[in-house]
């Protein structure tokens, strides 16, 4: 193996020992996990290892599939909903679910936001939200709040 190949193997295993994480915990922070992935972000983007496009991009990728999974549960929700693992408890639910029936789907551009975020997730699928409508708005709100830390980490706004 050439100097040149091996450097560029070794940038390939740095970039995935550094998103593979970031992933995971943005994915986690979205479902039914209790994370946090702005700090994970924030101090990637400050350790300037990988480039700022590509850690917000894949924070962003992680975070939604994580909404997509809520989504996924809210369409089941009767069937898991008495079950302890599920992600939202009845009180944060049936506030959600008046806040999403008050604002209708423009509320998904609420997702990002801790407390309300992940319940409006679940009662998208409760509600039937169609799914590309879900996954466009959710993307966008995700994308655009790490599209923000990043810009605020990084001194550019």
């Known amino acids: 193996m050439t100097l040149a190949a091996r450097a560029a193997t070794q940038r390939g295993v740095d970039a995935l020992l550094t998103l593979a994480p ?29 480039p700022a496009w590509l850690l917000v991009l894949t924070a ?59 319940p409006l997730t679940v009662v998208a699928g409760v509600l039937r939200e169609r799914f590309w409508i879900f996954l466009l708005l959710v993307a966008m709100a995700k994308t655009g709040r790490y599209v923000t830390l990043a810009l605020l980490t990084l001194h550019v706004i």
């Open 60 to 118: 962003s990728i992680g975070n939604t599939l994580g909404s997509v999974v809520n989504y996924a549960l809210g369409r089941a929700v009767e069937r898991f909903r008495s079950r302890r693992w599920f992600p939202v408890g009845d009180a944060a639910l049936a506030r959600a679910e008046a806040w999403y029936r008050r604002w209708g789907r423009w509320s998904l551009l609420l997702s990002w936001a801790p407390v309300i975020g992940d």
């Open 22 to 50: 970031l992933f995971a915990v943005a994915f986690g922070a979205a479902s039914l996990l209790p994370l946090q992935s702005e700090p994970v972000l924030i101090g990637l983007l400050l350790a300037e290892g990988q």
